[in-house]
């Protein structure tokens, strides 16, 4: 029997070469070439020329009225002209470049023309032409995303061959209730019309129903893998509420309303038999870490251990120096598990943390290598978790007797699209600052401005304060024209020599260098940090009033936003300094919101319009599809509405039993997609 599944060498004419060039595509069954959808559509509408402006992309169709000539000149180049009868007009039309054309079109020919329209000659510069004649004519239109190895005419003939084949084996996925709700399509007809459209109105209907459908089985995975945790026996983890309370006493600051709303869902989540998987969301420098303190006093409080695993060891050194003060004369006794440490420390470290008299364990992935047994893991907190894949995760996971988890992000996502693109998590979000943060003021100077920022670094550094400097390379790149760190390093210790110390600090050092350069930034001796982003995450320095960011355009919203939050963490009022003359509309862009505003969840809004959801989120890391069809962005009410109904159907007793839901349940195994009721 013909199956979706089966491999795109049923088809006729794809051989194993041909094999081999769709599997670049990501294309290896006829389900994934049927699914292969085009990114774009030529509009076939006639254009009007009597209303046409000079310039405008136009479309005609019309019959040929002269004998195509083809003139060549210069070193290959050529130019292909012939007159068109457009309505009671006859215009000119010239392809450039394009030779080959003159053996698809001739005299009396019906044929359709793309192009770009000059107003004062009365011609077409044309950039595609069909005829009646040209095979697959139906289909005309759709544009695929093609590579070197497999060309467009190719994708559209097999796409056409792969439908007439197995277009009867084609089984709708929704649920009739759903379809009829939205007025959605069958499978079958929505995959005809995205790759052969009738006209725009059916095309958009297609287009709506894959979008949904595309969402819709997203969320099942999601809502699935959320209602499995859901029913999973964790730890109940009983701490003594009075002695936390004393703890949080013990803090030197009070909580903001947001911190305080946060710390009780965590708690609550820590007392309950199941297991917590929670996303801990709040912009940099909201207080995420006290809260994740608090969380981990309370497990050990209980009896359990806890773990926090960060991206880097210099973000690990830092949690365990700041934790061991947060903890003082406390029964917390922390244990920093980094990969350089020596074998010796590596075994008396690991043989602690099996005995349980170490409770706090802070680490990189170190605490998920082998070695490493716990005694009784209680809390796993996962910062920066957008920085470690799915696999990491689920392993330290696994370490503990399914402990509770607790990840933290300070990638600030709008509220909606992080409940529904983590939508197998409870989402938390600490959408307040601490109490007297003064905002960070942030300006952006072009390149020829630069004197003026030294100048203002200059009296910044008189008056005590210190400064990072950013630059996007460590080494002189050939194809980009950008500062790079070393270079821009012995540039600003020549400026500086007499008055200041300008330190170095980028991934290519070794650990032993880089927490070296961070202390001695720590204690004062260097006043100008020349860094790449390493400092991204986690270096933290009161002192440090002062971000600079050279080629700042080269960043994206979000990392820019990171960046600046490494500033305005003491009292003192903090700048941020933004060096760019941005080569497009979307990099000046960029440069004003970072400009208008310093609130996170704004920048993340902004960063999602222009980016897309996959390169802000991270498609790999995140677990987030890059989507065919939707866009989590622009598509939010379709993405919402479908995690509704997800969740819905999946809390529906016996959904799964139901005949007319048998091709979803047998996708849903066949694609091995976790599901409940496996």
Aim: aromatic share 6%; glycine share 6%; hydrophobic share 40%.
């Amino acid at each position: 029997m013909k199956s979706l599944q089966d491999p795109v060498t049923k088809l006729k004419g794809v051989g194993p070469k041909m094999a081999a060039n769709l599997a670049t595509l990501d294309i290896q069954t006829v389900g994934d070439l049927l699914t292969y959808y085009p990114a774009r559509y030529d509009d076939f509408a006639p254009t009007d020329l009597t209303t046409a402006k000079d310039k405008q992309k136009v479309t005609v169709a019309g019959t040929v009225m002269s004998e195509p000539i083809l003139s060549r000149f210069g070193y290959r180049r050529n130019r292909l002209s012939f007159r068109v009868l457009v309505d009671r007009n006859v215009v000119m039309v010239s392809f450039f470049n394009q030779p080959y054309l003159k053996k698809q079109v001739a005299l009396n020919d019906e044929v359709t023309i793309l192009g770009k329209w000059e107003a004062a000659r009365q011609q077409i510069l044309g950039t595609k032409l069909v005829t009646k004649a040209a095979e697959g004519n139906d289909e005309l239109g759709a544009i695929y995303p093609a590579n070197k190895h497999v060309r467009q005419s190719a994708l559209r003939k097999l796409v056409k061959v792969a439908f007439q084949q197995y277009q009867d084996v084609i089984a709708t996925l929704l649920p009739i209730k759903l379809r009829r709700r939205y007025q959605l399509m069958e499978r079958r007809d929505m995959i005809r019309e995205l790759h052969f459209p009738h006209d725009t109105s059916t095309l958009k209907a297609a287009r709506r129903t894959g979008t949904y459908e595309e969402f819709f089985l997203f969320q099942l995975r999601l809502q699935a893998t959320k209602l499995a945790n859901e029913q999973v026996a964790g730890n109940r983890i009983l701490y003594h509420n009075d002695e936390l309370k004393a703890f949080i006493k013990t803090i030197s600051f009070e909580l903001t309303k947001a911190q305080k709303r946060v710390v009780n869902e965590i708690c609550r989540d820590l007392r309950r038999p199941f297991e917590m998987n929670r996303l801990l969301q709040g912009d940099v420098g909201s207080g995420k870490t006290i809260v994740a303190a608090i969380a981990i006093y309370a497990t050990i409080n209980a009896g359990y251990q806890a773990a926090l695993m960060a991206p880097t060891e210099i973000l690990a050194a830092q949690h365990a120096a700041k934790l061991a003060k947060i903890f003082t004369g406390t029964p917390v006794y922390i244990g920093l598990l980094t990969g350089s440490l020596k074998p010796k420390q590596h075994r008396q470290l690991a043989a602690g943390i099996k005995d349980g008299s170490i409770n706090l364990i802070i680490g990189t992935h170190a605490l998920i290598s082998d070695s490493i047994e716990y005694a009784n893991l209680g809390l796993a907190v996962i910062d920066e978790q957008h920085r470690f894949g799915v696999h990491q995760r689920q392993l330290l996971r696994e370490k503990g007797n399914r402990p509770d988890v607790l990840a933290m992000t300070a990638t600030p996502i709008p509220r909606t699209l992080a409940i529904t693109t983590y939508g197998e998590m409870d989402v938390s979000v600490i959408d307040q600052l601490p109490a007297g943060r003064k905002p960070i003021i942030t300006r952006w100077l072009r390149n020829n401005q630069e004197p003026t920022a030294l100048q203002f670094l200059e009296e910044q550094l008189a008056a005590g304060a210190q400064a990072y400097v950013v630059s996007p390379l460590i080494e002189e790149s050939e194809s980009l024209d950008v500062k790079n760190a070393e270079k821009l390093h012995e540039k600003l210790a020549k400026y500086f020599a007499k008055q200041y110390t300008v330190g170095l600090l980028h991934g290519r050092l070794d650990d032993d260098e880089k927490q070296r350069v961070m202390k001695q930034f720590q204690d004062g001796d260097i006043q100008v940090l020349v860094a790449t982003t390493v400092i991204e995450v986690g270096v933290d320095n009161p002192n440090a009033t002062i971000m600079m960011i050279y080629d700042a355009d080269r960043f994206g919203l979000a990392q820019l936003h990171q960046l600046r939050g490494r500033v305005g963490r003491g009292d003192r009022q903090s700048y941020c300094i933004l060096i760019a003359d941005p080569k497009n509309d979307e990099g000046a862009e960029r440069m004003s919101t970072m400009v208008a505003t310093t609130d996170g969840f704004e920048v993340a809004q902004r960063d999602l319009e222009l980016r897309g959801s996959g390169n802000v989120l991270g498609n790999k890391q995140s677990g987030i599809p890059d989507f065919k069809i939707g866009d989590p962005v622009g598509d939010l009410k379709i993405l919402q509405l479908a995690r509704a109904d997800a969740e819905d159907l999946l809390r529906t007793p016996g959904w799964d039993q139901r005949d007319e839901n048998q091709p979803l349940v047998l996708y849903l195994r066949r694609h091995q997609l976790e599901t409940h009721f496996d």
